[in-house]
């Protein structure tokens, strides 16, 4: 080991350490290896494409070229106000530390939770939405009885590669990146070059097969976007296992965002404009699939959704690491049943085995419970929005109060104020369009949830959780130079 790499790693132990833990994790990724991870599972391959249907339905052409950039520019708010604060509290906690350091322990417990919710959902939405596009591939019906083996089976592979390959998943989030900016290049190129288009103007046209107001079907429409657009406070979560994570922890989550807004506006337009017959291809069981295939013939329109699967499988891998180290660091605080189980790090292959099984197994719950792609993807979107809101708002609160006097080098400054305002009204927005019909069942699992956990920190864990080892609820000097 060099002795650059070796300061930098005794730096970040020993801001870990003043964090309140100590090293466990294995501390290997660089700053791209951080973007992959956020990257990865953002996943324009997956998200767009497995619910390019549900847009095409809802919106029609125009929900992806006026929904898309919308709520790409209003997630860049809510990465942005995120990325502020994993730049000064670089833990595998993430948003449930910053929840409970600048809030309280009844805060970080909610965000922990809310966050756990929405990570086991957005595991089972993209594990669940790529067995459906195999299925659809190999030419099986849709019917469980065929996509739960094929479910079952992609969890297990991602599992293991998480339990026994940490430097391997690292490899692979970086092939994973690449991966998917060369698979939007390959297909958006074979559309240009062999498909038939339509005019610019069709991106402007207004269609609905679900909803006679034409309105409320762009804005149902808009879950396309933004379920993908979730999972980029991964980056944080991999914060201990990143070097230099004050700077490549924040990077990571802004830049997955940014980059997967333009890469993915792409592929959509390409997409859009090679659709021939709008009727016929909304209602065909898979939209995305029909278009390739009218548009390209079924040899090459097959090859190239067997290269958006790919890449729907690389997000799963990033989405189940995510998912463990928010179970790992939750249960290193006895947040959890099983906090001592749940906190283990195995000694052969540095990784929170335990929590990485547990994971998958709550993911595989959530495709039992459900029986639909959508109300999974719209409870991941809920859940993780209300766990993105909650630590923003702390935040915003502490900024005011001088709580959180010292900051990390990604900081907003001036414009922290708008940001976050920003950022906290569009959560609020998410999280009351997705509840609206026909995501009836995400909304009422959201509120049971919800009301189950309030009466489960009211009988129990407020007696004895006190979340993590450092707060930040007394005003707190400046540490060096002054505040913004």
Request: proline fraction near 5%; glycine fraction near 10%.
């Amino acid at each position: 080991m060099d002795a650059d790499k070796k300061h930098q790693l005794d730096a970040d132990a020993a801001q870990l350490q003043r964090l309140g833990y100590a090293q466990q994790l294995l501390r290997d990724m660089g700053g791209f290896s951080n973007f992959a991870v956020s990257f990865s599972i953002i996943s324009i391959l997956t998200g767009a494409v497995t619910l390019y249907g549900h847009g095409l339905r809802f919106g029609g052409p125009f929900v992806m070229a006026v929904g898309w950039p919308l709520v790409a520019v209003m997630t860049l708010t809510v990465a942005a106000s995120l990325a502020q604060l994993a730049s000064s509290f670089p833990t595998a906690g993430a948003l449930y530390h910053w929840s409970a350091m600048l809030g309280g322990p009844r805060v970080g417990f909610f965000t922990a939770w809310l966050n756990t919710i929405g990570q086991f959902a957005i595991t089972a939405g993209i594990d669940y939405g790529l067995a459906e596009f195999v299925a659809d591939m190999f030419g099986w019906p849709r019917e469980r009885g065929y996509v739960l083996p094929l479910y079952a089976a992609i969890l297990l592979s991602h599992a293991v590669l998480n339990h026994v390959g940490v430097r391997a998943v690292a490899l692979l989030n970086n092939v994973s990146a690449w991966y998917h900016v060369a698979g939007v290049a390959v297909v958006i190129g074979a559309l240009v070059a062999f498909a038939p288009r339509q005019d610019a103007a069709f991106l402007l046209t207004r269609f609905s097969s679900e909803s006679s107001i034409y309105t409320y079907g762009f804005l149902i429409g808009l879950l396309q976007a933004q379920w993908t657009f979730t999972g980029y406070d991964a980056s944080a979560h991999v914060s201990e296992e990143t070097m230099d994570p004050t700077r490549n922890a924040p990077w990571g989550i802004f830049l997955s965002v940014a980059v997967s807004a333009v890469v993915g506006y792409a592929l959509l337009v390409g997409v859009t404009l090679a659709i021939g017959n709008l009727p016929e291809a909304a209602a065909a069981p898979n939209p995305f699939l029909y278009v390739l295939r009218e548009s390209l013939g079924p040899a090459l329109g097959g090859a190239l959704v067997w290269i958006a699967i790919g890449a729907m499988w690389f997000c799963g891998l990033s989405s189940v690491t995510s998912n463990s180290r928010m179970l790992f660091a939750f249960a290193r605080d006895g947040g959890l049943p099983g906090s001592a189980h749940l906190s283990r790090v195995s000694p052969r292959f540095r990784s929170p085995h335990v929590a990485i099984w547990v994971s998958v197994a709550a993911a595989f719950g959530v495709a039992i419970w459900s029986g639909a792609y959508a109300a999974m993807v719209a409870l991941s979107t809920l859940a993780l929005y209300a766990s993105y809101a909650l630590p923003i708002w702390v935040g915003w609160r502490a900024r005011r109060s001088g709580a959180w006097a010292h900051r990390g080098p990604w900081d907003l400054g001036r414009f922290s104020a708008l940001v976050n305002g920003v950022a906290l009204g569009w959560c609020a927005v998410v999280m009351v369009l997705f509840i609206l019909p026909p995501n009836e069942l995400a909304g009422y699992t959201f509120a049971g949830a919800l009301a189950l956990l309030i009466v489960y920190w009211a009988a129990s864990q407020r007696h004895t959780f006190v979340g993590p080892k450092v707060t930040l609820l007394a005003p707190a000097p400046v540490q060096a130079g002054p505040g913004k």
